[in-house]
């Protein structure tokens, strides 16, 4: 299904070329090639190293470092494979998946001081790994021609996928089902430009990967640094009923007038 060959040559450029056209001539085809195989892996361990890190606040051992690594870095893509249906599951499918993650897992937990020299490593790694699942996620979607709603619906499980399966493992409430700095929907917004920048633009797929990126992660910071949150406890139920029950009682009071002044000149 990886290609990075065939991709090179629908996008017209020469072999060895390091800057990808910003622009394809051949829309439908250069759809339905698929990011370069990298991408995919780069995917995995950035989120496997999202679940090592809860796996040392945490602290667990070895088997729950590579437990929240195996989760977080193939759990999203094998979500996506489940509904999907089409195609082969990435995680059994790819020679250096499995073995990436565990591995991250592994060096997590043999050498743990060093996650500790990064401030807020985790929130970077989280939206990271967010925006580059929910890259391959709806890439994945757009090369077996799905529609475009299924498409972006395929980015946002993949992810937000693997964080939902380690909260679940963890005992916690999912933090896509709370209130929180905009995360499900980064992945929304991450699925929707890519799709919108490949499909309707017709701009070379990188690109589209690179604005993806940017999107997702820009709207994430932009919600943590002016404190945005998606709402709860929400009832429009008030604002709708009450302007209804003023008409009626306005209808009401007409017809009573009307009424009143046949009455009269009766």
């Known amino acids: 299904m990886r290609g990075a060959q065939q991709w090179t040559g629908i996008a017209g450029v020469t072999q060895g ?37 809860v796996a040392r606040v945490r602290h667990l051992d070895a088997v729950g470092f590579v437990g929240l690594a195996l989760l977080c870095g193939l759990g999203g893509g094998l979500i996506r494979d489940v509904m999907m249906q089409v195609g082969s599951v990435y995680m059994l499918d790819s020679p250096f998946a499995i ?20 401030p807020n490593l985790l929130e970077w790694l989280d939206i990271m790994a967010v925006a580059l699942f929910a890259l391959v996620g709806t890439d994945k979607a757009l090369v077996y021609g799905m529609l475009p709603a299924s498409c972006v619906l395929m980015g946002i499980m993949t992810g937000v996928g693997g964080g939902m399966l380690r909260d679940v493992f963890l005992g916690e ?20 430009v890519y799709y919108l920048a490949v499909v309707l633009c017709s701009l070379n797929k990188l690109w589209g990967a690179v604005l993806c990126i940017l999107v997702t992660i820009g ?19 008030p604002r709708v009923v009450e302007p209804v029950q ?15 002044r046949r009455s009269r000149r009766g």
């Open 17 to 53: 070329a390091h800057v990808p056209e910003i622009f394809s001539t051949i829309n439908p085809e250069f759809a339905a090639v698929s990011l370069p195989t990298w991408v995919d892996l780069a995917s995995v361990i950035v989120g496997s190293a999202g679940g090592v890190l």
């Open 99 to 118: 073995l990436a993650s565990a591995a991250t897992g592994l060096l997590g937990f043999l050498f743990p001081r060093s996650l500790d020299s990064v």
């Open 173 to 192: 409430v999912p933090r896509i089902f709370q209130r929180s700095n905009l995360y499900a929907v980064c992945a929304l917004a991450g699925s929707v």
């Open 219 to 237: 709207l994430r910071r932009w919600s943590l640094r002016f404190n945005v949150k998606t709402p709860a406890d929400v009832d429009l139920a």
């Open 246 to 260: 003023r008409a009626a009682r306005r209808v009401r009071v007409t017809r009573w007038r009307k009424a009143h």
